[in-house]
């Protein structure tokens, strides 16, 4: 093969994406990946960042995907401990939680049980956080207990009227490092990660495809070959089919708003809530970076992928409302200090609500025209490697003698000490960095893992790691995101590598742009020569 022929040529740098390259390089596949902006700049960068096995699911008898999810919690957990851990999830009980009304279970319940008007009852929450519990052979979480929120510390922030609960595990993830970790171990294997480069077009010549990208900076067009695309575009996936690809298909993407708030702190302690409300809808309100309270989501049908989603005023006054149907101390809009929103690319099932639609994945298989190109449609962050083993199961036939699986248990880059070894771990780096307070290595650790070192290198003052953007981000570590994890604006680093958006001022975010401009330029000025 030429240097600019691949096995797989990948469009799209988001968790599904990131995922089958990494696990295709893993078996030895020349794989390329083409990003249009940075990493994990959609969809991937806007969950609720949760491990979980949807809870919710079940009432729609979605048992198949709830079981994969549920296992996969404590494999995902065991390979990335840095950027992933287990939570405790109180689910407040009252007899006015209600189904949405086209649930299946709502259905069933309504016909049998009228009298019920649409509540969810206390003996079937307890039904479905046994199923819960058991369905994924659980090991490393703890399971259901039921609280007395009367004189407890997860009580004292909600209403009075709450007096019982039932607490659950599931586990928390960083999700857009997730990905950026994902598309590192891919590199390191070796595939080819390009980001801020679009797909102009692809179209089937001689047996392959042939794809033209666009550098976006630079402006230059390049061309690549390979033997198979995978279109795991998200919100875009349909566009990639009719408008690059162009070829006929009757599978359809529908996509779907989730927003968030972000708000001052809220409550004392780490676990997280699991609100119901009286529509029939969930939110979470978890503790999220220290001193916030995150809360979401909202699902409303987006109709435009080139459309940025916002979370619009309606969206933040309805998570205000709803949480204020439990908090016993009103928020209000003023307490929110950032807020998110992503547009999750779900499988169309032809369901009459959007809340309904399915969070499964389907893949699709188009080998007519010659070439073969696989789709990607739906999935969830928690089943994100799930889905590469299955697109690979896709992908195999095609490339016979290629090896099995292989990524389950297999750490990203940074996860490789034990489940529990965090505090461990950060005592270690203080012991061997002195400069550093408790905050600053506990961000580092939950960030870098055990590759906090290389980012400290020889490191022993403070001074030594160059400039101080603020909130103990130094030029070193940068420098470190820029050359080793893809970073190349400001707010890849603020938003995406970290969120230390939320504690960086305007003039110190302009600082940090400035810097990594200057070095880019630097860069390219060496490369020039």
């Not at 929120?149 to 595990?169: I, K, Q, V, W």
């Not at 070894?421 to 960030?447: H, K, P, S, T």
Request: proline content about 4%; some cysteine; aromatic content about 10%.
């Amino acid at each position: 093969m030429s240097p600019d022929t691949f096995d797989l040529f990948v469009i799209g740098g988001g968790i599904n994406g990131c995922g089958i390259a990494r696990d295709a390089a893993g078996r030895g596949m020349r794989v390329a990946l083409a990003e249009m902006n940075d990493l994990a700049s959609a969809t991937s960068s806007a969950s609720t960042k949760l491990f979980h096995g949807g809870l919710r699911y079940l009432e729609y008898f979605e048992i198949r995907l709830v079981r994969e999810a549920l296992i996969e919690r404590e494999t995902l957990l065991r390979a990335m401990p840095h950027i992933s851990w287990p939570m405790r999830f109180v689910l407040p009980y009252h007899r006015d939680m209600r189904f949405e009304s086209d649930t299946p279970t709502s259905k069933l319940l309504n016909t049998v049980m009228p009298w019920m008007k649409g509540r969810r009852p206390a003996w079937l929450i307890r039904l479905g956080l046994f199923l819960y519990d058991t369905l994924g052979g659980r090991k490393i979480l703890p399971p259901t207990t039921t609280l007395d929120l009367r004189g407890s510390p997860e009580g004292a922030p909600l209403e009075d009227r709450f007096e019982t609960a039932y607490e659950y595990s599931d586990c928390w993830i960083e999700d857009s490092r997730l990905v950026v970790l994902n598309a590192c171990d891919a590199e390191a294997r070796g595939a080819r990660i390009m980001t801020r480069t679009k797909v102009q077009s692809a179209e089937r010549v001689d047996g392959a495809w042939q794809v033209t990208v666009k550098d976006r900076d630079s402006g230059e067009t390049r061309m690549f070959r390979a033997r198979m695309l995978v279109n795991a575009g998200g919100p875009w996936v349909g566009d990639i089919i009719q408008q690059k690809v162009r070829i006929n298909s009757r599978e359809g993407v529908r996509l779907v708003r989730g927003s968030h708030i972000v708000t001052r702190r809220l409550f004392d302690h780490d676990k997280c809530y699991f609100f119901q409300g009286t529509d029939g809808r969930i939110i979470f309100a978890i503790p999220y970076e220290t001193d916030f309270t995150l809360i979401g989501t909202t699902d409303n049908e987006h109709a435009d992928p080139d459309e940025k989603p916002v979370c619009t005023p309606a969206e933040r006054a309805y998570l205000v409302d709803f949480a204020n149907q439990y908090f016993k101390h009103d928020i209000t809009t003023d307490d929110i200090v950032w807020t998110y929103s992503g547009v999750r690319p779900l499988y169309d099932d032809g369901v009459s609500s959007a809340t309904a639609a399915t969070r499964d994945y389907t893949l699709k298989v188009d080998d007519a025209g010659g070439a073969p190109i696989l789709n990607v449609f739906g999935g969830k962050i928690t089943t994100y490697r799930r889905l590469a083993e299955s697109a690979l199961v896709k992908i195999g036939p095609y490339f016979p003698g290629t090896p099995g699986a292989w990524t389950a248990g297999v750490a990203l880059p940074g996860g490789d000490f034990p489940v529990d070894g965090v505090d461990a771990l950060i005592a270690a780096v203080r012991a061997e960095y002195a400069f550093l307070d408790a905050a600053w290595a506990r961000r580092l650790i939950r960030a870098y893992g055990t590759e906090t070192r290389q980012v400290l290198g020889d490191a022993t003052t403070r001074d030594a790691l160059g400039e101080d953007f603020g909130a103990t981000l130094t030029a070193r570590e940068v420098a470190w995101l820029m050359d080793r994890e893809y970073a190349r604006e400001a707010q890849d680093v603020i938003w995406r590598r970290s969120k230390l958006g939320l504690r960086l001022d305007d003039r110190q975010i302009a600082r940090l742009e400035a810097w990594m401009r200057d070095r880019r330029a630097g860069h390219d000025a060496d490369a020039a020569e």
